[in-house]
């Protein structure tokens, strides 16, 4: 546990997903930690799985699908090198009429060594964020993280709750 928090709560995992609006339109779902701002409650990350289905493949065509977990709300999907964002799957089909490959890759399956924990989210919320390119339908990824609820002291948690929402 980071020096400055105490844990309030066992483990809780939370499932969620997302659907685009529409066929190759980023859309964002933003999912409720119901944090009690007043007792400066945070909810510490231990882990984030993410599930994003599989763009269509089609005859020479290169389709994508694309998720994020992110701690505030985007415009984009973003990546890893958004401070943000705490987690991200991708998959891409490349079709060149006659073969096809498809390359994923998500942040689930890369080691985390030996951290205590991945991120710390401050805001009562976080969000996730899909966008396809090239599909003929919609795609939905689906998302489950694990942690627990903590209480900060007064000066950790407006570092933290300032640190979240200027990373926007």
């Not at 809780?12 to 609006?21: H, K, L, R």
């Not at 701002?37 to 289905?53: G, P, T």
């Not at 994020?68 to 973003?78: A, I, K, Y």
Request: proline share 2%; with cysteine; charged share 15%.
């Amino acid at each position: 546990m980071p020096k400055g928090l105490k844990e309030t709560s066992g483990v809780i995992v939370i499932s969620a997903d997302v659907t685009e609006s529409a066929a190759n339109t980023f859309t964002s779902e933003r999912v409720d930690l119901q944090l009690n701002a007043l007792d400066q409650e945070v909810f510490i990350v231990y882990a984030v799985d993410l599930d994003c289905q599989e763009p269509e493949n089609i005859a020479a065509t290169n389709t994508s699908a694309r998720m994020s977990l992110s701690t505030t709300s985007r415009t984009s999907v973003g990546g890893l090198a958004d401070t943000n964002v705490m987690g991200v799957a991708r998959i891409i089909i490349q079709n060149d009429g006659v073969t096809a490959v498809v390359t994923d890759y998500s942040s689930d399956t890369a080691p985390h060594s030996q951290l205590e924990y991945i991120g710390i989210i401050a805001t009562n919320d976080f969000f996730l964020n899909i966008q396809g390119s090239n599909n003929a339908g919609t795609l939905q990824g689906q998302a489950r993280l694990w942690g627990v609820r903590a209480k900060a002291d007064a000066s950790i948690y407006a570092a933290l709750t300032q640190s979240e929402l200027l990373s926007a």
